[in-house]
């Protein structure tokens, strides 16, 4: 049976010397990003980040002027460093919690205005993602957003050249979980949920790859 264990692991070893810091400045250091982040907080007052890691751009969220925070994750050592994070801000509204797909079911439906799903869909084992976007639809007021960043896609050759391993199909072990869907694979899956206002290739000089960019609104409620 499939677990979250090693990718619970990992991340746990990522940040435990992470501390919280103040975040002052509103830039996650992409341009394209940040003008998803814009998109996505102007007339957003409630922000979801499933995966949310550290809680960076939920702090980046609030400094474009939303008010109420909810951040996801399942490594608790990025959601400590999360709500050290918060004390330093000394603002707005957040609350952290550890857990999985399941704790979305919690959340209140028509309750949110605006989620981030950054580098997390694609890590999931595949009915844990679907699981995901439908319970995203659910928790997401009419008219809601949602930006969605996706990793590479990586080719035939670039699976065989780093000797990673196939689950099933193209669900791949990558050290953690990787579906190596296609732009094209995941358009398909993502309309059966949202409206696609935008989606581009955004390119990261420092790794010499492109990541995929969508924006989302759930206008088809």
């Not at 002052?24 to 940040?34: A, F, L, P, Y």
Request: aromatic share 12%.
């Amino acid at each position: 049976m499939l677990t979250y264990h090693k990718n619970k692991s990992y991340w746990n070893e990522v940040f435990k010397n992470y501390h919280g810091r103040a975040i002052k400045t509103k830039s996650i250091g992409h341009e394209d990003v940040d003008n998803a982040l814009d998109w996505l907080c102007e007339d957003s007052v409630s922000i979801l980040d499933f995966g949310c890691g550290n809680g960076v751009w939920l702090f980046k969220c609030l400094l474009r002027g939303t008010k109420k925070h909810f951040g996801i994750d399942l490594s608790h050592e990025g959601i400590r460093v999360a709500n050290e994070t918060y004390k330093r801000m000394g603002k707005g509204e957040f609350i952290f919690a550890a857990g999985g797909v399941e704790a979305l079911e919690s959340v209140s439906g028509d309750s949110i205005d605006g989620v981030i799903l950054s580098n997390i869909i694609d890590n999931l084992i595949p009915a844990d993602t679907v699981k995901v976007l439908s319970e995203i639809k659910r928790i997401l007021k009419a008219r809601g957003k949602v930006l969605i960043k996706l990793n590479p896609f990586l080719t035939d050759k670039q699976i065989k050249d780093w000797k990673i391993k196939a689950i099933e199909g193209n669900f791949l072990d990558d050290g953690l979980f990787l579906w190596n869907q296609t732009t094209e694979e995941w358009t398909e899956l993502l309309e059966k949920y949202f409206r696609i206002v935008m989606k581009k290739d955004i390119y990261y000089p420092e790794h010499e790859q492109y990541n995929r960019l969508f924006l989302l609104c759930n206008d088809n409620k």
